[in-house]
T-cell receptor, first 117, second 113 residues
């Protein structure tokens, strides 16, 4: 069974802390994504990566950075956590394919509910 | 720009009732369209998709037809079960950036016995 695993289900951090959210996929997918999910807003893309060490900004990258040192792992970093970053964070992956159908199915992890106090 | 609008929830209905969740979109070009479902405590999973106008996606009794003329992709199921209780997201893959999917706000569906 294909799997996207996020390291923590729930996380509580203090304002100003540096926060790492980890995501690992076992499907050998080239593409990985970080979204945040907020009530009434749906999912918004923070960053995505199409290869090791490659990244592109999504729609709301401010206050976040990412790291992809290995193909299977994609980390989201909050350099200095703030209360407005309290949210559900979802990691996803998909197969390579810049224009074809192969990259159209996203596989999601179960999410990390982050609370910043 | 690109956007997806879907009906607000929660939608509450009885088992065996007919379900419709409306979804309309604005986009550049002709995007692929998707419905994802999120069961309690889980991540999203793909329910169905359609890649061009008049395509019908179907899965698990759910159907949606890509209507270019009305820019819509409404989700329907003829007879819902309690196990269909979930949050449903309409989404499109943006043609301006292959990696960017635009999601709607989600519609919670609650099916009672």
């Amino acid at each position: 069974d294909v799997k996207v695993t996020q390291s923590s289900r729930y996380l509580v951090k203090r304002t100003g802390e540096k926060v790492f959210l980890e995501c690992v996929q076992d499907m050998d997918h080239e593409n990985m994504f970080w979204y945040r999910q907020d009530p009434g807003l749906g999912l918004r893309l923070i960053y995505f990566s199409y290869d090791v060490k490659m990244k592109e900004k999504g729609d709301i990258p401010e206050g976040y950075s990412v790291s992809r040192e290995k193909k299977e792992r994609f980390s989201l970093i909050l350099e200095s956590a703030s209360t407005n970053q309290t949210s559900m964070y979802l990691c996803a992956s998909s197969l390579l394919g810049t224009g074809g159908a192969t990259n159209e199915k996203l596989f999601f992890g179960s999410g990390t509910q982050l609370s910043v106090l | 720009g690109n956007s997806v609008t879907q009906m607000e929830g929660p939608v509450t209905l009885s088992e065996e009732a007919f379900l419709t969740i409306n979804c309309t979109y604005t986009a550049t070009g002709y995007p692929s369209l998707f419905w994802y479902v999120q069961y309690p405590g889980e991540g999203l999973q793909l329910l169905l998709k359609a890649t061009k106008a008049d395509d019908k996606g179907s899965n698990k009794g759910f159907e949606a037809t890509y209507r270019k003329e009305t820019t819509s992709f409404h989700l329907e199921k003829g007879s819902v079960q309690v196990s269909d209780s979930a949050v449903y997201f309409c989404a499109l893959r943006r043609s301006d950036s292959w990696g960017k999917f635009q999601f709607g706000a989600g519609t919670q569906v609650v099916v009672t016995p």
